[in-house]
Every structure is written in structure tokens, then in C-alpha cells.
């Protein structure tokens, strides 16, 4: 594959341009399928942080416009609006009986500011926080769109392989 094959920056790829991955065909079927599993489970806990990071950030601006404190309705207003018309859910992956993540080194953001200084320090440090995590979530994407492809790849191969999961 050249550069020229590989998608544009922010695309994801399709399953037409699967093509084997080099360091992933000594790797068997099963060991590829765990391999992407903890990949995606990974990728879900990423995004779990990054949303409690975006809805912080929104907690501290909204703070920060008033004097009041922020009520129940401005609270799901704040937790629930992503500013582009969409919606955040509710996370799916994250039960009351599962054990939450770490987030490393973000301790000192979770206190609450006591002046606008404090809540734009607060800010700029999440901010940074959610740049690293969205480059590692990218990367996360590309290692499972390269597994995808591979698994692809064998499937077409010999699609009964497909089958064995369903046993």
C-alpha cells in the first residue's frame, strides 16, 4: 500500500480497502479477534474520559458566566448539549457494577475554582488532558481499522472462519 492508497486525515477506512496488515499475519484468527476486542474496549474508555473532560470544561464555563450556582435545569442543559446540535447519550459500556478507569495526573482539575482565574487555569489544563487523549484515540482508531481490515482480509479468504464465532 502507498501513501496515495491510505485514507485522507480523519477518515476511517471502508471495508473495500482492507488489505492484510504485514505485522498481523503471524498473529492467529483468535488471538486477532482479542487483540481488537481490548482494542475497542480501550477505545470506549477513552471516550468515556474524554466526556467527563468535555462536560468539566462545560460545568467550569457555565460557572463561570454567573454568580448563581448551576441548577438541574442548567445542569442537563450544560451535560447534555454538545454545542453542534447534538445530544450527548448516556454511556452504554459503563455499568454501575464496572469499575471506573483511571484518569491519570487530572487530580488537581476535579476542585472546585474559587475565582474565574482558577476556572481558566482549570480549563486549559483539561483542555491540554483532552488533546492527549484524543491523539491516543485516534491512534486507538487506526490500530482497530487495521485489525478490521486483516480480520476482513481472512474472512474473505475463507468466510467459514466468520462462523466459528457464532459457536
Not at 13 to 29: C, E, G, Q
Not at 47 to 73: E, F
Given at each position: 500500500m502507498t501513501d496515495d492508497d491510505l485514507p485522507l486525515s480523519g477518515q476511517r477506512?471502508?471495508?473495500?480497502?482492507?488489505?492484510?496488515?504485514?505485522?498481523?499475519?503471524?498473529?492467529?484468527?483468535a488471538e486477532l479477534r482479542t487483540y481488537r476486542e481490548h482494542l475497542r474496549a480501550e477505545e470506549a474508555r477513552i471516550?468515556?474520559?474524554?466526556?467527563?473532560?468535555?462536560?468539566?470544561?462545560?460545568?467550569?464555563?457555565?460557572?463561570?458566566?454567573?454568580?448563581?450556582?448551576?441548577?438541574?435545569?442548567?445542569?442537563?442543559?450544560?451535560?447534555?448539549?454538545?454545542?453542534?446540535?447534538?445530544?450527548?447519550?448516556?454511556l452504554h459500556r459503563v455499568r454501575a457494577a464496572d469499575p471506573l478507569p483511571d484518569l491519570p495526573a487530572l487530580a488537581g482539575v476535579w476542585v472546585t475554582p474559587s475565582d474565574a482565574a482558577e476556572a481558566a487555569e482549570a480549563v486549559e489544563l483539561l483542555g491540554a488532558a483532552e488533546q492527549t487523549l484524543t491523539s491516543y484515540r485516534r491512534a486507538l482508531h487506526d490500530r482497530i481499522d487495521e485489525a478490521t481490515a486483516e480480520l476482513i482480509v481472512r474472512y474473505r479468504a475463507d468466510p467459514s472462519r466468520a462462523l466459528e464465532i457464532l459457536s
Open positions: 477506512r471502508t471495508i473495500k480497502d482492507a488489505v492484510s496488515s504485514p505485522h498481523l499475519a503471524s498473529v492467529s484468527l471516550s468515556y474520559w474524554r466526556r467527563l473532560i468535555h462536560a468539566r470544561v462545560d460545568l467550569l464555563r457555565a460557572g463561570s458566566l454567573g454568580d448563581s450556582p448551576i441548577d438541574v435545569d442548567a445542569l442537563a442543559r450544560v451535560l447534555g448539549d454538545t454545542g453542534t446540535g447534538h445530544v450527548r447519550q448516556a
